[in-house]
């Protein structure tokens, strides 16, 4: 059990109970999964891409301690130089303690190894209780090495619980440790 859990369930369980006045423990917000995925655009030729994507692999290898899997185009788009079965990206979906894992290493880490970070934003709730969020950089992860980085990508976070409102995850996430940005008074 990672730290970050065992604070979950001895300190963030009870408060948001007493909080939500509910009487069960089943009936707290908690985080389902953590699904990680990058796309790739650059470079247009499906073999550089191909390579570009094995670079990319092993990093997200690094960040999440599990090998991501690699995402197929389903159609054939002409426009777009693309056909049924090109490498688009990865993706990786955390579960368990692999989950908790890359969460506290997120807050406790790598968010606050960001340039100018004033918080993460309040904005991307999906109305379900579903939070995600952009990170622009992967070097902001202090396993992933710049001898293996050829170019600078940003990726996908997705934290999908079991809230049902936008404010039951927002204050799930807040008694997390997660950093968000403190509103500001426009007056």
Same mark, same amino acid.
């Given at each position: 059990?990672?730290? &970050? @859990?065992?604070?979950?369930? =001895?300190?963030?369980?009870? @408060? ?13 917000p908690?985080?389902?999964? /953590? ?7 650059d470079?247009? =030729? ?6 570009? %994507? =094995?670079?990319?692999?092993? !990093? ?11 995402t197929?185009?389903?159609?054939? /788009?002409?426009? #777009?130089? &693309?056909?049924?079965?090109?490498p ?6 955390l579960?368990?303690k692999?989950?908790?894992? #890359? &969460? =506290? ?5 790598? %968010? ?25 950089? !992967? ?6 090495s ?8 940003? #990726?996908?976070?997705?934290f ?10 927002? !204050? %799930? &996430?807040?008694?997390?440790?997660m ?9």
């Amino acid at each position: 059990m990672t730290a &970050l @859990q065992q604070y979950y369930l =001895e300190t963030v369980v009870p @408060q948001l109970k007493k909080e939500m006045d509910v009487q069960s423990d089943f009936a707290v917000p908690r985080l389902l999964k /953590i699904v990680l995925n990058m796309g790739v655009k650059d470079p247009q =030729e499906p073999r550089a891409r191909k390579q570009a %994507l =094995e670079n990319i692999v092993q !990093q997200f290898m690094v960040i999440s301690g599990q090998k991501p899997n690699i995402t197929l185009a389903r159609k054939s /788009i002409a426009s #777009f130089k &693309l056909r049924e079965g090109d490498p688009l990206g990865v993706k990786v979906t955390l579960r368990g303690k692999r989950m908790w894992q #890359f &969460l =506290e290493k997120l807050i406790a880490v790598a %968010l606050p190894r960001v340039k100018d970070f004033q918080g993460v934003s309040k904005t991307g709730f999906d109305g379900n209780g579903n939070y995600s969020l952009g990170i622009e950089e !992967q070097i902001i992860f202090p396993e992933v090495s710049y001898d293996m980085v050829e170019s600078i990508r940003s #990726f996908q976070a997705v934290f999908v619980s079991t809230a049902e409102k936008n404010e039951d995850a927002l !204050q %799930l &996430l807040t008694l997390l440790g997660m950093p968000f940005a403190k509103e500001v008074d426009t007056k």
